[in-house]
């Protein structure tokens, strides 16, 4: 998430910019997996409501499973680079989903666009690429997270990681304006919080106590309300910088939760 001290009256005084206030996509893909050296392919989907999605497939040589990526709130794809080369060197294929309005993908984003879209992604995985459920890990950072959250509960994903994720919208927006009505923001939920109790594979969830955006209290929440087995990594630094300065911290934490509870199902 970004631009979370924008004046809120503006929500109060016009619903209809409320989306606006959510989504910050970017059309512009300054960078692409081949530029840092990783090999890919290019993906079209088809949602079920008929939206064109763009994504990138990145292979892995000796394959030890499948990174769904659901992006942040901001930008695109694009953004996702410097944890793609992580996943690339623990031997990780990565599948970045990119949301309708985002990118070049068509349509414009909803909470609801937004669930449709993980959910081609899904079935582009399963029923096209041919990899199992249980060797797909399910990623979300920011909003991606309670886009992560939605197809865990919703499929039988091999893992699930949230990074610096929010337990739902309202709660976010409450964190930061405490009188504002929360009723206005019924229309735009991402209710993670409701959704991670019926997560049935291992959860890992990432956050820093420095993440100025979703506050720490807010992911210690969404790992007590993950079912076991289940890890949370402390990482240091801002909501948008803290998977790169914690370094070793991060990967290391990631390799660690995927040997114990995600190698064993190879």
């Not at 512009?28 to 064109?52: A, F, I, M, S, W």
């Not at 929360?182 to 969830?205: G, Q």
Request: with cysteine.
């Amino acid at each position: 998430m970004k631009r979370y001290l924008l004046p809120f009256v503006v929500v109060l005084c016009n619903l209809s910019c409320l989306s606006t206030w959510v989504y910050y996509p970017v059309r512009d893909l300054y960078v692409t997996p081949q530029k840092v050296g990783l090999r890919y392919e290019t993906v079209e989907l088809r949602t079920n409501d008929g939206v064109r999605l763009h994504c990138w497939y990145i292979p892995a040589a000796d394959e030890r499973g499948v990174v769904l990526f659901c992006h942040g709130n901001g930008g695109n794809i694009a953004r996702g680079m410097y944890t793609y080369s992580v996943f690339h060197a623990m031997n990780l294929s990565v599948f970045a989903l990119e949301y309708r309005g985002y990118g070049k993908s068509g349509g414009s984003p909803s909470e609801e666009g937004t669930y449709l879209d993980a959910r081609a992604a899904w079935n582009y995985l399963v029923h096209v690429k041919g990899v199992p459920p249980h060797r797909i890990i399910i990623f979300g950072r920011s909003l991606g997270g309670a886009v992560a959250s939605w197809l865990a509960a919703h499929s039988e994903g091999g893992a699930l990681v949230l990074e610096s994720t929010f337990t739902s919208l309202n709660d976010i927006v409450k964190s930061h304006y405490a009188c504002v009505p929360v009723a206005v923001l019924t229309r735009i939920r991402y209710d993670s919080i409701s959704n991670i109790p019926k997560v049935r594979c291992p959860v890992l969830v990432i956050h820093s106590r420095d993440d100025e955006v979703a506050p720490f209290s807010q992911g210690c929440a969404l790992y007590e309300s993950a079912q076991s087995p289940k890890i949370f990594l402390e990482i240091r630094g801002s909501h948008n910088r803290g998977y790169i300065l914690s370094g070793d911290n991060y990967s290391g934490g990631i390799d660690r939760f995927l040997s114990l509870y995600f190698d064993r199902t190879r």
